[in-house]
């Protein structure tokens, strides 16, 4: 049954991964704030109905549930647009990389053992990124897969975000494991309320500036052409009409909520009742396979050797940093 459990896991895992990668969430105009808050909202649904509603609480629960909400609103948020804005096998290995920041904390921290194998797995996955962003030169096919700053920033944010989550969890299940269901539905009340907090304030940005940039000619004549997201709308991607794009961001919100809370929660479990040296490689391992197929049959994401090599070289390295070999 945990096997089960953990394919579940990693395919959800993986479907959130591609809807937060579809070009239909640039057609829909999808406001990044009111998107990951109705993701939260999905989040405390599918809680409250898997848990049979609220079962106690504890100051421990607020405490790290609140933690946990600051840290996810971040984690959601630059998730969705490293996504939306890189190549899908790179950004998921980022991801799936978060783990090594975690286990070095563990080992200062929690004065956890760091073998051998560990050490070198870290090496491994610093080659592995420098493999994967690292352009020597210009090709046909590297121009298509061009890693922007943008995406660097958002991908350098989520892979933090990603392994604070990991340790916010072992401090909670050191302290309050029985209501861990009370504690994420707590933290999804904590992003909602978050990012409409920043979502009001960005609006309120965006009006005051507005009225400056409206002044001259010249922004008039890009506001005619350009759509009022930034140039969130690629090129030769028509924005929906009204009513499409509401169904289409209502949908994606409820697919990417119930894939998000399906393998968060599953994780947590699973961390716990499988050894943490069969857990990890075998999720992480399986989202990259799986996510780098998905993004070459279904986004058509071309790969040069160099990046072919730092991905397989991503993949061992979660392999050895988990430990695995320290089995036998």
């Known amino acids: 049954m945990l096997y089960l459990f953990l394919a579940v896991s990693v395919l959800a895992a993986v479907a959130n991964n591609?809807?937060?990668?579809?070009?239909?969430?640039?057609?829909?105009?999808?406001?990044?704030?009111?998107?990951?808050?109705?993701?939260?909202?999905?989040?405390i649904v599918l809680l409250l109905a898997f848990n049979g509603g609220l079962h106690g609480y504890s100051s421990d629960t607020f405490l790290y549930g609140a933690l946990y909400g600051i840290v996810l609103a971040g984690f959601l948020f630059c998730k969705m647009q490293a996504f939306a804005n890189?190549?899908?096998?790179?950004?998921?290995?980022?991801?799936?990389?978060?783990?090594?920041?975690?286990?070095?904390?563990?080992a200062v921290y929690w004065k956890e053992a760091v073998s051998p194998w560990q050490i070198a797995g870290i090496v491994l996955m610093l080659a592995a990124v420098f493999l994967i962003t690292y352009r020597p030169r210009r090709e046909s096919t590297?121009?298509?897969?061009?890693?922007?700053?943008?995406?660097?920033?958002?991908?350098?944010?989520?892979?933090?975000?990603?392994?604070?989550?990991?340790?916010?969890?072992?401090?909670?299940?050191?302290?309050?494991?029985?209501?861990?269901?009370e504690m994420m539905i707590f933290a999804s009340a904590v992003v909602i309320a978050l990012l409409a907090i920043l979502g009001s304030g960005a609006a309120l940005f965006g009006r005051r500036r507005r009225p400056a940039a409206e002044s001259t000619p010249a922004a008039e004549q890009q506001s005619a052409?350009?759509?009022?997201?930034?140039?969130?709308?690629?090129?030769?991607?028509?924005?929906?009409?009204?009513?499409?794009?509401?169904?289409?961001?209502?949908?994606?919100?409820?697919?990417?909520?119930?894939?998000?809370?399906?393998?968060?929660?599953?994780?947590?479990?699973?961390?716990?009742?499988?050894?943490?040296?069969?857990?990890?490689?075998?999720?992480n391992g399986g989202n990259i396979i799986l996510s780098t197929l998905a993004?070459?049959?279904?986004?058509?994401?071309?790969?040069?050797?160099?990046?072919?090599?730092?991905?397989?070289?991503?993949?061992?390295?979660?392999?050895?940093?988990?430990?695995?070999?320290?089995?036998?």
Request: overall charge positive.
């Open 295 to 328: 993004g070459w049959l279904l986004f058509r994401e071309a790969l040069s050797k160099m990046q072919m090599a730092g991905i397989t070289c991503g993949m061992v390295a979660v392999v050895l940093v988990s430990n695995f070999f320290g089995l036998f």
């Open 225 to 283: 052409v350009q759509p009022s997201d930034g140039g969130a709308a690629a090129a030769g991607s028509a924005v929906l009409p009204v009513k499409k794009r509401v169904l289409a961001a209502g949908a994606l919100t409820l697919a990417c909520g119930v894939a998000g809370c399906v393998y968060n929660r599953l994780n947590i479990y699973l961390s716990g009742a499988m050894a943490n040296a069969v857990f990890f490689p075998l999720f």
């Open 142 to 181: 590297e121009q298509k897969q061009k890693l922007t700053w943008k995406w660097k920033i958002y991908a350098a944010f989520f892979f933090l975000f990603s392994a604070l989550t990991g340790i916010i969890f072992r401090f909670h299940q050191a302290a309050d494991a029985a209501r861990t269901d």
């Open 86 to 106: 890189g190549p899908i096998h790179f950004t998921s290995l980022i991801g799936s990389s978060s783990f090594i920041l975690t286990t070095v904390f563990n």
């Open 18 to 43: 591609m809807l937060l990668h579809l070009p239909i969430l640039k057609r829909c105009r999808v406001n990044e704030f009111a998107f990951n808050g109705g993701v939260a909202a999905v989040w």
